[in-house]
């Protein structure tokens, strides 16, 4: 059965502080991964990522895939608290479908 | 990316009655979804609207509860009928262009409530 497994489920840190959100996958006909934050309503994308070893960068943000041990990390450096959001990990396979994780609830505190 | 319009933003509805949703893309998309996203848990999928045909529908949906329309490559709808309390939910348009480009991009969603 595909299945898109985030850990952990939440976290709360301190501002300033250095995060690792974690997206482990089990996909058939892999086709990109991507990273969504969830502050209200709508997911934003972030960033998709299709090749090993990549490092995609926004800002603060980080994202890196592995596909050969079948996931990514998201970082968040010197965090703040607009920070504070779901992160869904979500994999799209070749046949257009995508699968969803259950989601990081990341919270910053001042 | 798409611009994707999804209206109404939130809307508080009485048990027993219907509600359509709607989704509009700024361009041709091939792939048009619909999810739900009850309180505190993860995007659950309802269905692929497909342009000119009936819906494909996850386990667990069905037809006469959330019919959808896909008339065209840019527009779509979701009905939630003959709603209860726990359909009470956020639900999300989302758009994908299929084999050409990767990626899915989502519209505002729509937080329902039903009283």
């Known amino acids: 059965e595909d299945k898109v497994v985030q850990s952990p489920l939440s976290l709360v840190v301190h501002e300033g502080d250095t995060v690792t959100l974690n997206c482990s996958y089990e996909v058939t006909n892999f086709r990109s991964l991507l990273w969504y934050k969830q502050e209200k309503k709508a997911p934003t994308f972030l960033f998709m990522l299709t090749s090993s070893g990549i490092e995609k960068k926004s800002g603060r943000l980080s994202s890196i895939l592995d596909k050969k041990e079948l996931f990514s990390i998201l970082n968040i450096t010197a965090t703040q608290t607009g920070d504070s959001a779901i992160y869904l990990c979500?994999?799209?396979?070749?046949?257009?479908?995508?699968?969803f994780g259950t989601g990081t609830s990341l919270t910053v505190i001042p | 990316s798409a611009v994707i319009s999804q209206k109404p933003s939130r809307d508080i509805c009485q048990r027993g009655t219907s509600l359509t949703i709607q989704c509009q893309v700024d361009?041709?998309?091939?792939?048009m979804f619909w999810y739900r996203q009850q309180p505190g848990q993860s995007l659950t999928l309802i269905a692929t609207?497909?342009?000119?045909?009936?819906?494909?529908?996850e386990s667990g949906f069905v037809i006469d509860k959330f019919p959808i329309s896909r008339p065209n490559l840019t527009f779509s709808t979701l009905t939630v009928s003959n709603m209860s309390p726990e359909d009470s939910s956020i639900y999300l348009c989302?758009?994908?262009?299929?084999?050409?480009?990767?990626?899915?991009?989502f519209g505002q969603g729509t937080r329902l409530t039903v009283v």
């Open positions: 609207a497909n342009q000119g045909s009936e819906a494909t529908y």
């Open positions: 989302s758009v994908a262009y299929g084999q050409e480009v990767s990626g899915a991009f």
């Open positions: 361009s041709q998309v091939t792939m």
């Open positions: 979500a994999v799209e396979n070749t046949g257009n479908q995508f699968y």
